[in-house]
């Protein structure tokens, strides 16, 4: 059997430049200069025939031929640092993704399961959007994804472990906590609300045209976290996931049940590359977060 001419360097070129999509940063991070690494990045494309990579207003973006190169690259090197881990008594990288929001609310669980079972390995985690975190797993970047599972990619097969609810709630001295508002009455409050450009937003603003209603907006912000703070600081109330209001707890927000409505639920999922099985360390995984899930909901 003839093997093509691959260089696992210039296989971690090619997945360190579909990371960055700068040539620069991704040469500094395989320890090349920029010209070498353009060299060598142009002689892999000679190689296999096909161009990788094509220039665009933010950089270097892969081609469809080079999205599915460095998904098998990524695969080959983390085979090569496990076949030296085999001899150097060292263990490969697990590398998990999760959106942000689960990363601080449904992941910890996981990872303290796993970190006790394989003390010894290291384990990094990379967070964004439950769409990023999709593509990293389709692309290999990441072996396992949690995300919304509304966000799972052709190229991932997902485990839909339950649903996370979404909650109103509001300072401790809002009148609404006595007595919930009617949700014609929902309209007649400002609230903090999750920019659309998030996933969250996105999904809140749907709910709002189901449901048919409307609020006006005291304050607009782009993360989870700080909208809370906002609803803990008096501001107003807000619609937010109800596993990141049980986590943080405390007695500054509080509830509020809205006659004669019922929210979505957001639904959750493991994810990994399609045409692959849930790796050993993750294998409990889906269990584990039924379980944390229905728990909670």
Same mark, same amino acid.
């Given at each position: 059997?003839?093997?093509?001419?691959?260089?696992?360097? &210039?296989?971690?070129?090619?997945?360190?430049?579909?990371?960055?999509?700068?040539?620069?940063?991704?040469?500094?991070?395989?320890?090349?200069?920029?010209?070498?690494?353009?060299?060598?990045?142009?002689?892999?494309?000679?190689?296999?025939?096909?161009?990788?990579?094509?220039?665009?207003?933010?950089?270097?973006?892969?081609?469809?031929?080079?999205?599915?190169?460095?998904?098998?690259?990524?695969?080959?090197?983390?085979?090569?640092?496990?076949?030296?881990?085999?001899?150097?008594?060292?263990?490969?990288?697990?590398?998990?993704?999760?959106?942000?929001?689960?990363?601080? %609310?449904?992941?910890?669980?996981?990872?303290?399961?796993?970190?006790?079972?394989?003390?010894?390995?290291?384990?990094?985690?990379?967070?964004?959007?439950?769409?990023?975190?999709?593509?990293?797993?389709?692309?290999?970047?990441?072996?396992?994804?949690?995300?919304?599972? %509304?966000?799972?990619?052709?190229?991932?097969?997902?485990?839909?472990?339950?649903? &996370?609810?979404?909650?109103?709630?509001?300072?401790?001295?809002?009148?609404?906590?006595?007595?919930?508002?009617?949700?014609?009455?929902? &309209?007649?409050?400002?609230?903090?609300?999750?920019?659309? &450009?998030?996933?969250?937003?996105?999904?809140?603003?749907?709910?709002?045209?189901?449901?048919?209603?409307?609020?006006?907006?005291?304050?607009?912000?782009?993360?989870?976290?700080?909208?809370?703070?906002?609803?803990?600081?008096?501001?107003?109330?807000?619609?937010?996931?109800?596993?990141?209001?049980?986590?943080?707890?405390?007695?500054?927000?509080?509830?509020?049940?809205?006659?004669?409505?019922?929210?979505?639920?957001?639904?959750?999922?493991?994810?990994?590359?399609?045409?692959?099985?849930?790796?050993?360390?993750?294998?409990?995984?889906?269990?584990?977060?039924?379980?944390?899930?229905?728990?909670?909901?």
């Amino acid at each position: 059997m003839k093997l093509p001419e691959l260089d696992l360097k &210039d296989m971690a070129l090619a997945a360190a430049l579909a990371d960055s999509r700068h040539l620069g940063a991704a040469a500094r991070h395989v320890g090349l200069s920029v010209s070498a690494a353009s060299h060598r990045l142009s002689q892999l494309e000679e190689r296999l025939g096909v161009p990788l990579f094509h220039r665009a207003p933010r950089g270097m973006v892969l081609t469809d031929q080079g999205a599915r190169f460095v998904a098998e690259a990524r695969r080959a090197l983390e085979a090569a640092q496990a076949a030296a881990a085999a001899v150097g008594g060292e263990h490969p990288v697990i590398r998990v993704g999760s959106a942000w929001l689960m990363a601080t %609310t449904w992941l910890p669980p996981l990872l303290a399961s796993l970190t006790h079972a394989h003390a010894d390995q290291m384990v990094e985690v990379a967070t964004g959007r439950s769409r990023e975190v999709a593509r990293w797993v389709e692309e290999g970047r990441v072996r396992v994804g949690l995300v919304r599972a %509304t966000e799972a990619r052709p190229g991932v097969r997902a485990f839909v472990v339950g649903a &996370d609810p979404v909650v109103l709630v509001a300072p401790r001295s809002h009148p609404w906590v006595r007595e919930g508002p009617l949700p014609e009455e929902m &309209d007649r409050v400002a609230f903090v609300d999750v920019s659309r &450009d998030t996933g969250f937003g996105q999904f809140v603003a749907e709910a709002q045209g189901h449901l048919g209603i409307h609020w006006p907006t005291a304050v607009r912000v782009d993360h989870l976290e700080a909208a809370l703070a906002l609803v803990e600081a008096g501001v107003g109330p807000s619609v937010l996931p109800f596993s990141l209001v049980h986590r943080r707890g405390g007695a500054a927000v509080a509830p509020v049940a809205v006659s004669g409505l019922v929210w979505p639920r957001r639904p959750l999922a493991l994810v990994i590359r399609a045409g692959e099985a849930l790796p050993p360390w993750a294998a409990a995984w889906p269990a584990l977060l039924r379980s944390l899930v229905q728990r909670q909901g």
